[in-house]
């Protein structure tokens, strides 16, 4: 089989999300699939950490850049010489016009639900853009069995043409001791001393929630603990800062901007705990990043998050701050039995999201294309 991949959102610096996502899976389809045949279509020449061009995988870069999926990207699948049998987006978007099966990724579907929470032009995209991807598609790949429940009933689409496909987790890297210690000091943070939170900072994460509650829970224990509030700026993020201020809690609460791959494992290595506060999700992958470091998670009762960590974890409801300050004054009540005992079962649940089981899961929906 010969199948179109549009690379773009893996071709990006500073990967989180969709990013993540996608890069992840090129990786391992390319480690997986040395049988079909791979073109990936870029706006950009591919970084160098995207798999090397071989026999059975190549790049196409061109432009224009912009609309370039509405129509750089459909005049060159209609003009090129290679005949696909698949065009493949690992997100919401597939292109305009395909001469061939198209085959998007729908995360979620937030978007519907918060939609104060978008600008209008991202708005206006990602509903008018998903609607037709979903519709046109001849195959729907999903990250959880909460999406595809709201795919399904959202869109009338029926569940044989919807294939969840769970994100992964890559193995953490091994860092030592001393560079822990450097990564912990460039933080001011101290091994255990800390509650984690980490993720994009944008309104679906519940982040101004999490910080007013985080202060009741000062407040009412006398505690002097900090939170460490990690992740790049996404939008509609200042009231963030300003929950900061109101609650008077600046000394408490530190804010790393992004973080690399060394920096990110070392805070859930070394954090008491991660707080996992949204009120919606797709998935959740830092709440299995964390269970592959037996790192505690109290997290939302929210349905997507509840599906991958099962009962591995503390939950709370997500719009009662009083709910949140009982678990983390609960959490501290834990022996170090029980808590052991609930990390390790939490460990063997997150071996199972790997980035391999994931292409395996795309790649055979690929070939269920086959003539």
Known sequence: MLIGIDGNEANINNRVGVGQYAF?????????????????????????????????????????????????????LFTQKETLDLFYSPSHYSPEFSPCPTIPTIHDLGYLQFQSQFTKKDLYQLINWTKKSIKKAKHIITVSNFSKTEIEKTYKINPKKITIAYNGVDNP??????????????????????YL?????????????????????????????????AGKKGWLFNEIFETVKKEGVEQNIIFTDFIDEF?????YNNAQALIMPSFYEGFGIPVIEAMKLNTPVISSNIAPLKEVIENNGLYFNPKKQNELVEQLINFEKLDNGRIKEMVNKAKDRADLFTWSNTAKSVIAVFESFKK
């Open 24 to 76: 992840n899976l090129l990786k391992n389809i390319y480690l997986l699939d040395k049988k079909n045949q791979y073109i990936i279509y870029l706006k950009n020449p591919p970084l160098s950490d995207l798999p090397k061009e071989r026999e059975n995988w190549h790049y196409k870069v061109f432009g224009p850049q912009k609309l370039w999926t509405k129509i750089a990207l459909p005049i060159h």
């Open 197 to 229: 939170y980490l993720g994009t900072l944008k309104p679906n994460k519940n982040i101004p929630f999490l910080i007013s509650a985080f202060a009741r829970y000062l407040s009412e224990t006398k505690q002097n603990s900090k939170l460490v509030i």
């Open 173 to 194: 890297p091994e860092i030592s001791l001393n560079n822990q210690t450097k990564i912990l000091k460039k933080f001011n943070l101290n091994s255990k001393k800390y």
């Open 263 to 267: 920096e990110k494992w070392t805070l």
